[in-house]
């Protein structure tokens, strides 16, 4: 069972992927659209293919898979199942640094500033809450700062879009805060992947030395783990797959939390098989909720966030009952 | 009524009493001090006004008037159409839009300032109706009559020039497209420049009219002849998803795009007789 989970994943991200690609306005059957994409007959169906579609699903994969390996990093490394980056405001924090270069001009000086600043920014917020509540600080601690990281990021993110001179940039507020993959195209993705595939790759290389911490930090310290260089690839792994992400599309929430747990207990808790997972069930996630956006109202870009939310906020708030009544016991 | 709400009338009233004067006589001899607080009033009544009659104009007027008005819009004060300033400017006729902000009006209105309310224009025929309402608001009909000769004069040479541009009955399909998508249909003005440089609307082939919001790829799908863009950010700087989404390189492979954009301008936005030079530069920017 477990040993198909892998296979049973990937072919549930190729099948979203090719649904992903076949939905939209133009409604045009699946094998002319498909014939459209493969033999490119220069019509407008193959640009609707090749430059809106699949660049979105492509983006769509990915973020997904970063932010549900990243979801699995933080509850490994904090040893705290609430962490994720878009509740503790990682997410919050790289939108307010992506929009900072946008209205800058500086990412219209140098593309590669949108990513760059968008990664600084996560990783400011992933350094922030690693002090204030790191592995030891329990998980009320960890929320209250999270609370704090994206309450500021949120006003900054106000501050900075109600001061641009783009009369359209305040309205956009909602986009940063909530996320969508609406007419996203290849520079995008060309702008996010390799920092998503860079700090995927940094992440998973540590997933031995997470298994190994959840034995607790002394015993992974005697047991080779360093801790210090643990820490530093999460941050900037992390941060990387956080920042680049939302660069592009908008800060969204709920897809680490989410999928490590749905996961967890098929891979018998063990941080070394979550990451893995986590990736796949993130990018089947997020496939299926851009489906989603696009079957509820068609063509008028309903917000990931909305959908997402009301799937994860619930599932937040279980976890907290959960918690108590475990507590309790 | 809240407390706020009557303590707020209070205030009103007694400001209305100490700053006094100036308005609520009846209008016979034609307006000294107009302020006007809406784009499109200010470039109708910069055209209009007597020297010294408009006292200010919104700050709007100041980038986004027409080029030919755009200096005597800057030798205006510039005013945010707060009531507040508006009412120290003691006005004896404020020009206000049907959709300028609502509540500032109605607080003026409420001062006892005489307030015109002016229609967005719809269309080029509407532009004359706008002219002579001006016109007469401001005392000054015979140099409304004379404008309005001018744009007739202007559209039938502008047709002339159309005919000979343009040998085919059936113009090009074209589609405005704006930030976030916005389009304009035949019902609009920016629909009826179009029809006026003789370019079919893909707006109402997709059902509107009145104009409305474009999914990019629907706009693809239908595949229009020539692509309008619209660049209505006044400001170079700043940055917005809404207008980014015209620098998408999937509108810019397309084959609309390759056969050469036209633009929209602050031309555009409001109804004046200098719609006609957008009108005359669509014209030789769609010219086959």
């Avoid at chain 1, 019509?43 to 769509?60: H, K, Y």
């Avoid at chain 2, 025929?125 to 002219?131: G, K, P, R, V």
């Avoid at chain 2, 707006?203 to 706009?219: F, H, I, Q, T, Y």
Wanted: glycine share 12%; net charge neutral; with cysteine.
């Amino acid at each position: 069972m477990n040993r198909l989970l892998i296979p049973t994943l990937a072919v549930l991200v190729g099948l979203l992927f090719l649904a992903s690609i076949l939905i939209g306005p133009a409604g045009v059957p699946a094998i002319d659209s498909l014939s459209a994409l493969i033999r490119g007959d220069g019509g407008p169906m193959t640009l609707v293919m090749r430059e809106l579609r699949l660049p979105r699903a492509v983006l769509a994969a990915a973020i997904g898979a970063g932010l549900g390996l990243s979801g699995a990093v933080m509850q490994g490394y904090l040893r705290n199942p609430l962490a994720e980056p878009g509740l503790l405001g990682v997410s919050g924090a790289a939108a307010l640094g992506a929009v900072l270069a946008l209205q800058t001009g500086l990412a219209g000086a140098m593309a590669l500033a949108l990513p760059l600043s968008g990664l600084a920014g996560a990783f400011v917020a992933v350094l922030v809450l690693a002090l204030l509540a790191g592995p030891a600080g329990g998980a009320l601690t960890l929320i209250l700062a999270g609370i704090g990281v994206s309450a500021l990021s949120g006003a900054g993110l106000a501050l900075v879009l109600n001061l641009s001179p783009d009369p359209f940039a305040a309205q956009e507020i909602v986009f940063w805060l909530m996320g969508s993959l609406a007419d996203r195209s290849w520079s995008h993705v060309a702008l996010a992947l390799p920092f998503i595939a860079l700090g995927c790759a940094l992440l998973l290389t540590q997933a031995r030395a997470l298994s190994v911490l959840t034995l607790g930090e002394d015993a992974a310290a005697s047991m080779g783990v360093s801790l210090g260089r643990l820490r530093g690839v999460v941050l900037l792994g992390t941060a990387a797959v956080v920042g680049a992400g939302t660069a592009v599309a908008g800060s969204i929430g709920f897809i680490g939390l989410m999928v490590p747990h749905f996961l967890r207990r098929a891979t018998r808790g063990d941080p070394a098989r979550l990451l893995p997972v986590s990736a796949l069930g993130g990018a089947a996630l997020l496939l299926a909720a851009d489906i989603a956006v696009r079957l509820i109202l068609p063509g008028r870009d309903l917000k990931l966030g909305v959908l997402l939310a009301i799937l994860g906020a619930p599932f937040f708030l279980l976890l907290i009952l959960r918690a108590r009544f475990a507590q309790n016991a | 009524m809240s407390v706020f709400a009557r303590a707020s009338e209070v205030l009103v009233l007694s400001l209305a009493l100490t700053l006094g004067g100036g308005a609520g006589a009846a209008q016979t001899a034609p307006p000294a001090r107009v302020v006007s607080m809406n784009l499109c009033t200010d470039q109708l009544a910069l055209m209009l006004a007597a020297p010294g009659q408009l006292v200010s104009v919104s700050y709007l007027a100041h980038d986004g008037a027409v080029a030919p008005l755009r200096a005597a819009a800057r030798a205006l004060p510039a005013n945010r159409g707060l009531a507040e300033e508006i009412y120290l400017l003691q006005p004896d006729l404020v020009l206000a839009g049907r959709y300028s902000t609502v509540a500032t009006v109605a607080m003026l209105e409420r001062l006892g300032l005489p307030v015109i309310r002016f229609e967005p224009e719809n269309s080029l025929d509407d532009i004359e109706d706008a002219l002579t309402r001006m016109g007469a608001a401001l005392g000054r009909e015979a140099r409304a009559r004379a404008l309005i000769a001018d744009f007739r004069a202007d559209r039938a040479r502008l047709e002339e020039h159309l005919r000979q541009a343009r040998a085919e009955a059936d113009g090009p399909r074209a589609v405005l497209y704006s930030a976030r998508g916005w389009t304009g249909g035949s019902q609009t003005l920016a629909g009826d420049i179009l029809r006026a440089a003789g370019l079919r609307n893909l707006a109402d082939e997709l059902g509107l009219a009145w104009g409305g919001m474009v999914a990019l790829e629907s706009l693809l799908m239908a595949d229009p002849d020539r692509l309008i863009l619209g660049q209505p950010g006044r400001s170079p700087e700043g940055w917005s998803e809404a207008r980014a989404l015209l620098h998408h390189p999937a509108l810019r492979h397309s084959r609309a795009y390759r056969a050469g954009v036209a633009t929209n301008d602050r031309d555009w936005v409001c109804g004046t007789p200098f719609v006609l030079d957008a009108v005359a530069r669509l014209i030789d920017e769609t010219a086959p």
